[in-house]
């Protein structure tokens, strides 16, 4: 049995751990804030979380540093976050190849359950284009002629392996549909060859629809694009398919739930700034927060999908061959 001394000692000691505890809560974030993208500066991630890191910095009170680590497709900068202490000072800005696709197709050396989920920044949904004239009249006309003959039908594609890749091919091989399949550099080379009637889709951001004179011709996402509301998503054809590029801010696991809560309370509160709004819809993106639990549900279901679709197109490709 405890004497009354013992238990008041101890009793203050909890107490004093208590308040320190919560004292380290109240101060966090004390000092610098390092957020890695897992590539080069100037691209679309790199681009994106800089401009959140810029917008989070005002409601922390704490400088945010970019840290590029960029190499094999993402996968270098990825595992810096896995490795990194959990101490609440790092973080990871990570699109959905690193973490939802590359583990499926190549071998990596970390999981999804080497990161804590803060939350989605960002995203905007894969969309199938097609030429405005003389294209696919909608999803039912493309599948009914392409069915019937294929060969005749080239589809341009941006690497084989990407997440785009994945959108299109996904889809087509869903229908059964082998396509003649055209590489390109760049979205620009692409759609010139669109222009040029030398190909008859492809799958990129709704940024394209505002750069091209092209046809966009089915959302695949749940829901339509607010930025093309008039085109129909994946979903009103009767397909549960969600090719989405989201870009999510991750932990390494371990960090401790305070800091990870409080920082997606700043990317929540970022998220609704109308200001940070525009910047994204110029670039016809749009916020997407959600919470570490929503994040990390979604970023699990996405994982289940392109665990069946990389196989799917995979073995297609095989049989093919």
Do not use: C
Not at 50 to 77: H, M, W
Not at 258 to 276: M, N, Q, T, W
């Amino acid at each position: 049995m405890l004497t009354k001394k013992l238990t008041t000692t101890l009793l203050t000691l909890l107490a004093a751990i208590g308040l320190l505890s919560s004292t380290a809560i109240a101060a966090y974030p004390d000092r610098v804030i390092t957020l890695i993208v897992p590539f080069g500066t100037g691209g679309s991630t790199d681009t994106n979380a800089r401009l959140l890191a810029t917008e989070v910095e005002k409601v922390l009170g704490q400088r945010i540093i970019v840290k590029n680590i960029s190499g094999a497709a993402g996968i270098t900068g990825t595992k810096a976050v896995a490795d990194a202490k959990p101490d609440g000072y790092t973080f990871g800005y990570l699109p959905p190849a690193v973490l939802v696709m590359h583990p499926h197709v190549r071998k990596v050396a970390y999981t999804i359950d080497d990161f804590d989920p803060v939350a989605i920044a960002v995203s905007f949904p894969y969309t199938l284009f097609t030429q405005k004239e003389g294209g696919f009249n909608d999803l039912d006309d493309m599948v009914k002629k392409m069915q019937a003959d294929s060969s005749r039908y080239f589809v341009g594609s941006t690497g084989v392996g990407s997440m785009p890749y994945f959108a299109i091919m996904g889809l087509l091989t869903h229908y059964n549909i082998k396509p003649q399949l055209v590489q390109f550099k760049t979205d620009g080379d692409a759609m010139n060859a669109m222009m040029g009637n030398r190909i008859s889709l492809y799958a990129s951001t709704p940024m394209i629809d505002a750069m091209y004179d092209s046809k966009a011709l089915v959302v695949l996402d749940n829901k339509r694009s607010k930025f093309m509301p008039e085109v129909k998503s994946i979903n009103e054809y009767g397909q549960d398919m969600n090719f989405v590029h989201w870009q999510a801010v991750m932990a390494p696991n371990g960090t401790p739930k305070e800091y990870v809560d409080i920082f997606s309370a700043a990317i929540k509160k970022v998220s609704s700034d109308p200001g940070y709004q525009n910047t994204l819809a110029k670039i016809r993106m749009a916020p997407d927060y959600r919470s570490p639990e929503e994040t990390r549900q979604y970023i699990l279901d996405q994982n289940a999908m392109y665990k069946v679709v990389t196989k799917e197109v995979m073995d297609a490709i095989k049989a093919q061959n």
